[in-house]
């Protein structure tokens, strides 16, 4: 019985399928001027999202050398994931129909009136039935933060629980202008306020508290420094900090299949795996893509925008086995001056990810394919929920006003120190 087996069943059984200005720095609380939310206009300010689709199209990733399937970024970091998670996603649209239990993940539309495009968030509230004492707005990593209320469900109803806390889950699709799905997620957080206070009773002081894993972290980072919304934020949370390239980033598909093999869910050898991603990065710098902003982008911006009590308010989770995390580079922009507290956790990049998937927890039409295949299919799962136990109780000790541990193993705060002593 294998994960990777179930994934690929998923996948298999589906029937086909500008860099953005600053905005203006504006409140998220909706006790402001007016309780609807100003679309915020877009300027171009290079030409670096016209580069970067220029450069899409002639990127290949399909070894035949004809023009049938052109490259993009979701397909690079993850298209048959991106299937599969969808699959799990139809099952859930399944079951809201049906009678709901306190404490499940509920969706909401937050378009406005005449606007025809849907803005899903995925709200979970407390277990308990009673008001939250917060609000918690969640940004997962690439791909596994198209759909949050699946691939983060098992460490977010863990924190929400120890909290009694509310989270709305802003799920985005992977793409290379983060300014954008910044300002969007923005957009999306208080239109979110305003839902939660109007029709369901939220008390407009409840803190709020963004924690993001990966890239939203850096999304969130972003939105924080475009728009001042920090200020009104109770706490920030950056869970490994992704800062990487486009390129560097497409190993967190390498690193994804060797989590799996490790825990015994697919093939032996890391060999194919290592091969296809090496090719993949290498075609991608070929042509020059790259996230707006970059990495270096980055780091200015968040050195420029983020003042002391921003700064205050911010704590880094990373940890110890975890070759994806910028968080060392992050802090080191704010050496000399204050700087963001860190907890130092044992795990690994994915630690924030726990699946448990059961046979009723799949679409019908993928039941039949995934117990052939894996010969009487039960149950699987992928993540190691030691660590990831770890991590709720970290993040709930930092929001209950806790400074930061090092949870890591003796051995590993021991070579820390020496490698730090090294440098110096």
């Known amino acids: 019985m294998t994960l990777l087996l179930i994934l690929a069943c998923l996948s298999y059984s589906a029937c086909s399928s500008s860099v953005a200005a600053f905005v203006s720095p504006s409140s998220i609380s909706s006790s402001a001027t007016s309780r609807h939310v100003k679309k915020v206009t877009a300027y171009t300010v290079t030409n670096s999202i016209q580069n970067n689709d220029r450069r899409l199209k002639s990127l290949r990733l399909n070894s035949d050398g004809n023009s049938a399937a052109e490259g993009n970024a979701a397909d690079a970091i993850g298209g048959d994931l991106v299937t599969a ?10 079951r809201q129909g049906g009678n709901k239990k306190i404490g499940e993940w509920t969706i909401l539309d937050l378009k406005e009136e005449g606007e025809a495009t849907p803005e899903i968030v995925y709200l979970l509230e407390p277990t308990s039935g009673a008001a939250p004492s917060c609000v918690i707005f969640f940004l997962g990593g690439a791909v596994l933060g198209q759909f949050p209320h699946i691939s983060y469900s098992a460490f977010l109803e863990r924190v929400a629980t120890k909290m009694n806390a509310s989270v709305v889950a802003i799920p985005y699709e992977v793409g290379l ?24 009773g939220y008390p407009s002081n409840l803190p709020k508290y963004a924690l993001g894993h990966s890239l939203g972290a850096k999304l969130h980072s972003i939105g924080i420094a475009a728009t001042g919304i920090g200020e009104e934020l109770s ?8 800062n990487f390239g486009f390129a560097e980033t497409i190993t967190m598909g390498r690193s ?8 015994g869910f697919g093939p032996g050898s890391n060999a194919a795996f290592d091969t296809l991603f090496d090719l993949a990065g290498m075609a991608v710098s070929a042509v020059g893509l790259e996230f707006t902003p970059s990495p270096s982008e980055t780091e200015k911006i968040v050195k420029s925008k983020f003042d002391e009590k921003v700064l205050e308010k911010i704590r880094m989770f990373c940890f110890d086995d975890d070759d ?60 190691n929920e030691e660590t990831l136990d770890l991590l709720v109780e970290e993040v709930s000790d930092w929001m209950l006003g806790k400074g930061p541990n090092d949870r890591r193993p003796a051995r590993k705060q021991i070579a820390g120190i020496i490698d730090a002593e090294m440098e110096e």
């Open 85 to 94: 998670l969808a699959r799990l996603d139809k099952k859930f649209l399944a």
């Open 177 to 200: 202008d983060h300014f954008g799905i910044a300002q969007g997620a923005v957009n999306r957080m208080k239109k979110a306020v305003i839902e939660c206070e109007d029709s369901r």
């Open 235 to 242: 706490g920030v949370g950056f869970v490994s900090y992704n």
């Open 256 to 263: 994804f299949a060797k989590e799996m093999q490790a825990g």
């Open 324 to 383: 994806l995390d910028s968080t060392k580079s992050i802090v080191e922009c704010f050496e000399g001056g204050g700087a963001p507290s860190v907890s130092n956790l044992p795990g690994t990049h994915l630690t924030p990810v726990f699946l448990k998937l059961g046979l009723d927890d799949l679409p019908d039409e993928a039941k039949g394919v995934a117990s052939q295949v894996t010969g009487g299919f039960q149950n699987a799962s992928f993540g």
